[in-house]
């Protein structure tokens, strides 16, 4: 078979997709070459597309930088150390005993001041109290009578009209 | 994996890595980093790496991965890659030259034109020479899909290309 129909046969496998990659690199290496079959310049520019692709390489440098990161050493930073630092606890403490302190004298002075009002104008003597005392419950006694006569006339009202009703 | 090991990986892989990341990230800092970042996981977990049976293949997954997850948080600028042609090739007249290279960029185009997947699997084929059942464990997917998205990736480029060419003569 001469070289150009060997090279067409190829081509046909290859848009048929059955060309192995050994063929696929004889095609490549035809069409680099400056003597093509008329018949097949058509192609020569794919060809030579997939030729400047391959010929993308990686950077300058790369494998270098590459190899310095993974031999610096991985830096972990530590975690903060929690010192004990006693004064800074005292002076804390302090600050909240000072707190509540004061808050428990500003409520007892509060109490203390509600209770003398609440004694205020009272009576001066523990009999004056009793005489007071008795005289006010008589004076509620009084009342509970007189509800208790009213209610009495209320269900007297009411017996009346139910034998009226029957 | 020694230090030694590793390096024979960098070697071997840094460059199709670094393709395969800037293919999808269209950024070569960011590819860069991609490319590095998988190599330093690689390296982290080199205790573990006896348990895997194709290094390579893990390797090239795990750059595709994460260049798709550094795509999903920012869009990136395009490279021109086409505009960087070798020189290294025979050099054809100047005329024919630059009509070599306006359809090269017309690749481009109709390259990324195709859908992600028959793109991924043009890219690590024709670009990375790996063979299907590489872009099959590569991808996830099955071979016979593998030949699949590759024939219509190519039936695509050749009709385009084939198209350019009756209405150039």
């Given at each position: 078979m001469a070289p150009n129909d060997k090279i067409k046969d190829i081509l046909t496998r290859y848009w048929e997709g059955e060309s192995t990659v050994d063929e696929e690199l004889l095609l490549a290496e035809y069409f680099t070459q400056s003597d093509i079959d008329p018949e097949l310049l058509v192609y020569q520019p794919l060809f030579r597309y997939f030729e400047v692709e391959k010929d993308t390489a990686s950077p300058a440098g790369f494998e270098a930088d590459l190899m310095q990161k993974i031999a610096a050493p991985v830096i972990q930073l530590d975690r903060p150390v929690r010192k004990f630092n006693f004064q800074v606890i005292m002076r804390t403490a302090a600050g909240i005993a000072l707190v509540i302190g004061t808050l428990v004298v500003i409520d007892w002075y509060q109490y203390k001041s509600k209770n003398l009002d609440l004694y205020a104008d009272t009576y001066e003597t523990p009999e004056a109290a009793l005489a007071g005392l008795k005289s006010a419950l008589i004076q509620v006694s009084d009342q509970i009578d007189g509800s208790s006569?009213?209610?009495h006339e209320q269900f007297q009202k009411l017996e009346d009209t139910q034998t009226i009703s029957f | 994996m020694n230090e030694k090991d590793f390096t024979l990986l960098v070697r071997r892989l840094k460059d199709r890595m670094y393709r395969i990341a800037l293919a999808i990230v269209h950024d070569e800092e960011l590819a860069e980093d991609v490319?590095?970042?998988?190599?330093?996981?690689?390296?982290?977990?080199k205790e573990e790496l006896s348990l895997i049976e194709n290094l390579d293949a893990y390797c090239l997954r795990m750059t595709r991965n994460l260049s798709i997850d550094k795509t999903r948080l920012?869009?990136?600028?395009?490279?021109?890659?086409?505009?960087?042609?070798s020189s290294e090739h025979d050099?054809?007249?100047?005329?024919?030259?630059?009509?070599?290279?306006?359809?090269?960029?017309?690749?481009?185009?109709?390259?990324?034109?195709l859908p992600a997947s028959q793109r991924e699997v043009l890219q690590l084929r024709d670009f990375e020479g790996l063979s299907y059942q590489e872009i099959s464990d590569m991808l996830d997917i099955p071979l016979n899909q593998v030949k699949v998205y590759l024939f219509r990736a190519r039936q695509f480029l050749r009709y385009n290309l084939e198209k350019t060419r009756s209405y150039g003569t």
């Open positions: 006569e009213i209610v | 490319a590095q970042e998988v190599f330093i996981k690689v390296w982290e977990k920012k869009h990136y600028k395009s490279v021109d890659i086409v505009a960087a042609s050099s054809p007249s100047p005329h024919k030259s630059a009509e070599i290279s306006d359809t090269m960029a017309l690749v481009k185009k109709w390259v990324q034109e």
